[in-house]
Structure formats: structure tokens, C-alpha cells
């Protein structure tokens, strides 16, 4: 694995690699990485000829100034695991390299009703922070096809939105959510749970589950209402929410509905300081 820090020699790289025919998937994360991630990472190797993955604490997207400086790190081990899953590059780059001229955020993307719910509405700004770091990422590596999670199930609409509105020609690919056994989904933020606030967190789980079995004989406010006292029950100190959204656009799902939308149930909620976020779509068999 070659390690970047700077665009320049970065993107030197690239087009040589790009001028022989080959096909560039990208990974963007945050590190601290997990399974999750190598599961992209892996998804790319299967699809692309080369693989890029990304490092960088984007500062633009934390809405809460201890969450950012909170955030774990671990370097060393990160880049033992993208060697042993054979990625071809790390971008490594610092704040500076990303953002010469300060973070401010100078471009508004138009992202509309997607922007004002869920995610949107309890951490304002993260998505325009998410689409000014993923924009430069996308313009600086112009990968084939772009690699990102389901458990960030509200990022991924905001992206194909971000492509569809630059008009950046890069394929969106969504891989599943990867789960401990206990069905609590990986996360780098899990690292700064206890064992035993490990154990509580996997509530959200088995709630999305509830849900997805509940979810066509229960009025959806009646079922969001006992899942989130469930929730502040079995030890979160805040629930931000629980919602049932039709999976293509979020809009909210007030009746029960046996009819064919495709159905998501979201969940944010704080342990011991910890924002914990998870989804589930409701039609398929996960
Ligand atoms: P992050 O480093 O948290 O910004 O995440 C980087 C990418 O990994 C995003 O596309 C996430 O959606 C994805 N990701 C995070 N956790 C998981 C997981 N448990 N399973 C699959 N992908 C994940």
C-alpha cells in the first residue's frame, strides 16, 4: 500500500494508473477502522483494479466540538489492517491539505427536505459539512465508484444527491451494515463504549427488529413512542429519534401500511455520551 498526504503526488499517481485503463474505487472514512470498513474496502477490490481509501477527520461536519475532538484515532492499527485487506492507497491528508483556505463552509448544497429531518435536524450543518469534504475527496480522486456504508443510511441519499448535483461521474454502491454477533452495528464510535455499555447498546438492535416485526400491526407513532421508552429503560440517556420513513425519501410513515413502499426505521440516541445511530430496512430479509 502506498500512503499519500499530498494531492498533488496523489493525483499524479492516479492519472497513471487512470491512463493504463484502470478503474479507481474509493472508500472515504474517518478511521478508527473496523470490520465495516474492510467490508468496503473489500466490496471496492471485487469491483475496481484499484482501491483507494481515505483518512481524515472531516472538522466540518461535527456539529459538537467535544464529539470532534473526542473522536477515536488509531493510525498504527488502521493502516496494519488496510495492508493485510491489500488496499492500493491511503490518503492521509491534514486539515490543511483539504482545506488551504480555512473551513468555513463556502459552497450551500441544495439538498432540500433530506437536509431538514432525522440527521439534518439534530445535527445542523453535518450535511452540508459531509458534502464539502466529500466533494473535494470525489473531485480530488474522480474514483469509477464510490464505496459507502448502509449504517450511514441518510448520508447515502445526501450523496447521491451531492453527484446528482455537481454532476460528478461516479457510481454510488451501498454495502450492507456490518453487525457484532450481539447485532450492535460497528461503529468507531463503539470504542469509546464499556463492555457493559456494549451490552445495553445492543437494544437498538433488537428495537429495529422489534419494529420490523411490529411495524404492520402497530400504529408507527404508537411503536416509535415504546421503542424509545425501551430505549431510556435499557440505559440511553437521550433518544434524538426513532422513525419509520418510507426508504426512498424519508418521508415519515404515519399509518400502518401493508402495501409494498419500502419501509426504513432509523434510530439515534446517546449512551453515556455517545451518539449511537442504526437503521434497518423493513422489506428485506436482513
Ligand atoms: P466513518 O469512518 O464512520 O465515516 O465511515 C466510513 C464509511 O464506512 C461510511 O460509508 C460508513 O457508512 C461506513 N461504515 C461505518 N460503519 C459501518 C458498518 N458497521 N458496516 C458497513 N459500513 C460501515
Redesign the pocket.
Known amino acids: 500500500m502506498i500512503l499519500f498526504k499530498c494531492i498533488n503526488a496523489l493525483q499524479k499517481y492516479l492519472n497513471q494508473q487512470k491512463n493504463s485503463r484502470l478503474s479507481v474505487g474509493f472508500v472515504?472514512?474517518?478511521?478508527a477502522l473496523h470490520q465495516?470498513?474492510l467490508?468496503?474496502i473489500g466490496m471496492s477490490k471485487a469491483k475496481c483494479d484499484f482501491t483507494v481509501c481515505s483518512i481524515f477527520v472531516n472538522p466540518t461536519q461535527f456539529n459538537n466540538s467535544n464529539d470532534f475532538e473526542q473522536y477515536p484515532i488509531s493510525l498504527e492499527n488502521d493502516i496494519r489492517l488496510l495492508e493485510q485487506a491489500q488496499c492500493n492507497i491511503l490518503f492521509l491528508p491534514s486539515a490543511n491539505e483539504i482545506y488551504p483556505n480555512g473551513t468555513a463552509l463556502s459552497t450551500h448544497y441544495q439538498l432540500g427536505f433530506i437536509e431538514t429531518i432525522l440527521e439534518g435536524k439534530f445535527r445542523p450543518n453535518h450535511f452540508q459539512g459531509v458534502c464539502q469534504v466529500v466533494h473535494k475527496l470525489l473531485d480530488i480522486v474522480a474514483p469509477d465508484m464510490l464505496f459507502?456504508?448502509?449504517?450511514?443510511y441518510q448520508?447515502c441519499m445526501v450523496i447521491q444527491q451531492l453527484i446528482a448535483l455537481t454532476g460528478i461521474k461516479t457510481q454510488l454502491i451501498i454495502?450492507?451494515?456490518?453487525?457484532e454477533s450481539s447485532g450492535l452495528?460497528?461503529?468507531?464510535r463503539n470504542m469509546r463504549l464499556s463492555d457493559d455499555d456494549k451490552q445495553k447498546a445492543t437494544t437498538i438492535y433488537q428495537m429495529l427488529q422489534y419494529i420490523k416485526q411490529q411495524c404492520n400491526h402497530q400504529m408507527p407513532n404508537e411503536l416509535t413512542a415504546s421503542v424509545t421508552k425501551q430505549l431510556l429503560k435499557n440505559g440511553f440517556n437521550t433518544v434524538d429519534y426513532v422513525a419509520i420513513c418510507n426508504a426512498n425519501n424519508l418521508e415519515p410513515i404515519t399509518e400502518t401500511d401493508n402495501s409494498t413502499i419500502p419501509k426504513v426505521v432509523l434510530i439515534a440516541a446517546f449512551l453515556n455520551g455517545v451518539r449511537l445511530i442504526d437503521n434497518l430496512l423493513l422489506n428485506n430479509t436482513e
Not at 472515504?28 to 478511521?31: I, L, N, S
Not at 454495502?175 to 453487525?179: F, I, M, S, V
Not at 452495528?185 to 468507531?188: G, L
Request: glycine residues 18%; hydrophobic residues 25%.
Open positions: 472515504p472514512t474517518m478511521g465495516g470498513h467490508s468496503l459507502l456504508g448502509q449504517k450511514d448520508q454495502g450492507p451494515t456490518l453487525r452495528a460497528m461503529s468507531s
